[in-house]
C-alpha cells in the first residue's frame, strides 16, 4: 500500500502559479505511476495530468496542457504538479492517485488517492 499527502493548495489571483506537491509513504514510490485530478463544487472529478513509473512519460488533459507541469522526483518520493496562468476554472480541490498498473485519464484504475487539497482562483 502507498499513504499520499498533499500540499501546497491556496487562494491565487488570475494568472498566477502554484506548485502542488504529494508525498508518497509506503511501498517503493516508483512502482507507481502517478495523476492528479480535480474536483470543483457540482462536478465531477476530471483528470488533470498523469506521469509514468520512472517519470519519461506525461499526458495531461486539454485544458491544462502548456499550462501545468507534472514532474516526479522518485528519490524523494514526491509527484508535483506545477500550475501557471491559473484562471478561475482552475478552482478545484486537487487529489494525487497512484496506480501500480494502470498509466493514464481514467480514475477508476488509480487504486490509492490523497486527502486533496484546495486551490482557489479569484478573477
Known amino acids: 500500500q502507498v499513504q499520499l499527502v498533499e500540499s501546497g493548495g491556496g487562494l491565487v489571483q488570475a494568472g498566477g502559479s502554484l506548485r502542488l506537491s504529494c508525498a508518497a509513504s509506503g511501498r517503493t514510490f516508483s512502482s507507481y505511476a502517478m495523476g492528479w485530478f480535480r474536483q470543483a463544487p457540482g462536478k465531477q472529478r476530471e483528470f488533470v495530468a498523469a506521469i509514468s513509473w520512472g517519470g519519461g512519460s506525461t499526458y495531461y488533459a486539454d485544458s491544462v496542457k502548456g499550462r501545468f507541469t507534472i514532474s516526479r522526483d522518485n528519490a524523494k518520493n514526491t509527484v508535483y504538479l506545477q500550475m501557471n496562468s491559473l484562471k478561475p476554472e482552475d478552482t478545484a480541490v486537487y487529489y494525487c492517485?497512484?496506480?501500480?498498473?494502470?498509466?493514464?485519464?481514467?480514475?477508476?484504475?488509480?487504486?490509492?488517492w490523497g486527502q486533496g487539497t484546495q486551490v482557489t482562483v479569484s478573477s
Open positions: 492517485a497512484a496506480s501500480e498498473r494502470y498509466y493514464g485519464g481514467n480514475y477508476s484504475p488509480y487504486d490509492y
